[in-house]
């Protein structure tokens, strides 16, 4: 059957997310002590494809809880353009996120970071053996996510929620880390609300373009959902921030365009205001959030009803991205196993 394997790993996160919890509070205590002995001068996040969208997030996410400067970098920048991409003075965190551990980007990235600094460098991933793991400080991994497919499903959202955790303890945030822990279980009522109508919406060939729109935290959450369009299904597809939007990218919103918005709470009204300007323009709103409005300007939604706060739920918003793709994948008669092209692994 085509996809079986990616259906599969999208359909067990229910029982995967409460591994992912147990790892990542177990490795957040080492972590954790020694983030605090570090006094470090800011953040990097990096990964490759899926997970650099990962450290977009990340990196959202460690300014927000720990005051600290933050960003999320493709690993190739790190080694290809490092007077631009490392800190010329100060003691930087890295944090390099890589679902195989194996990949040639990455692991040079890393090993570059090494040569120039006398600081921590921890990995997120799945799997324990691998380079990465033996060659960083401290590892947060999850076995139990690894996956058979190409595209990152149930990986991704688990080293998500890992680098939430992660995060959370650092920042020695009980109350987060309390949100956090109603995730495992928030995860299999949206599945079941919501995959038979997001794998119907992706089979809709009204639409030929497919915008994927998120602020803040939910940019990198966005970027992920449109790379699984892409990768899945060959279909059209772009993600930008909200605002961002107007200033050119809409010229191509017309009938046939599907705009999936991530609705945050912070930026609410302005999100909402631009939906608004381009359904007016013609194009169809996929709306996914917590406690949406009935006048919400939405032609589908889905609503998460998790009651989380916005640096709580961001994995929440995943899988119905990747049934939406993976519907869209199937009914084109694709392969959502094996992208075009693709490989799980880029060495180089």
């Known amino acids: 059957m085509k996809g079986e394997h990616t259906w599969s790993e999208i359909q067990s996160q229910a029982e995967v997310w409460p591994a992912a919890w147990r790892h990542a509070l177990e490795a957040s205590r080492r972590i954790s002590a020694a983030y605090r002995a570090g006094e470090f001068s800011e953040a990097i996040f990096i990964g490759c494809g899926s997970t650099h ?15 600290l400067r933050s960003r999320g970098l493709p690993s190739s920048e ?34 570059l970071f090494r040569e120039r600094f006398d600081s921590e460098v921890i990995t997120i991933g799945n799997y324990p053996e691998s380079t990465l793991a033996q060659e960083c ?33 650092c920042a ?20 079941q609300r919501h995959t038979e109508p997001m794998q119907k919406l992706g089979a809709d060939d009204r639409f030929d373009t497919f915008i994927f729109l998120g602020s803040g935290p939910f940019f990198g959450i966005a970027s992920e959902g449109m790379l699984k369009m892409k990768e899945m299904s060959l279909s059209h597809s772009e993600a930008f921030h909200y605002l961002e939007f107007r200033h050119g990218p809409k010229s191509i919103v017309n009938r046939r365009t599907l705009i999936a918005a991530l609705l945050s709470d912070s930026a609410r009204e302005d999100e909402l205001r ?20 009935a006048d919400a300007p939405a032609d589908f939604v889905v609503e998460l009803g998790s009651g989380l706060p916005e640096l709580a739920r961001l994995p929440l918003c995943l899988p119905p991205l990747q049934v939406f793709a993976y519907g869209r994948s199937i009914a084109r008669g694709l392969d959502p196993d094996t992208p075009t092209n693709l490989s799980a692994v880029v060495v180089l």
Not at 53 to 67: D, E, H, K
Not at 275 to 290: T, Y
Request: proline letters at 5%; aromatic letters at 4%.
């Open 137 to 169: 400080d401290d590892a947060v991994l999850i076995p139990e996510a690894q996956e058979q497919s190409i595209a990152q499903t149930r990986s991704f959202a688990s080293m998500l929620l890992a680098a939430q955790v992660t995060l959370g303890a």
């Open 274 to 293: 631009l939906l608004r300007e381009m359904r007016q323009l013609g194009a169809s709103v996929l709306l996914i959030g917590d406690d949406i409005a």
């Open 53 to 67: 969208y990962l450290s977009l997030s990340a990196a959202a996410l460690a300014s927000g809880l720990l005051g």
């Open 172 to 191: 020695g945030n009980e109350e987060y880390l309390s949100q956090l822990s109603r995730l495992p279980q928030a995860v299999g009522p949206v599945l």
């Open 78 to 111: 790190v080694f290809l353009f490092p007077s631009q991409a490392l800190p010329r003075q100060g003691k930087p965190w890295l944090v390099a996120i890589s679902r195989s551990g194996e990949t040639t980007e990455t692991i040079k990235a890393v090993r």
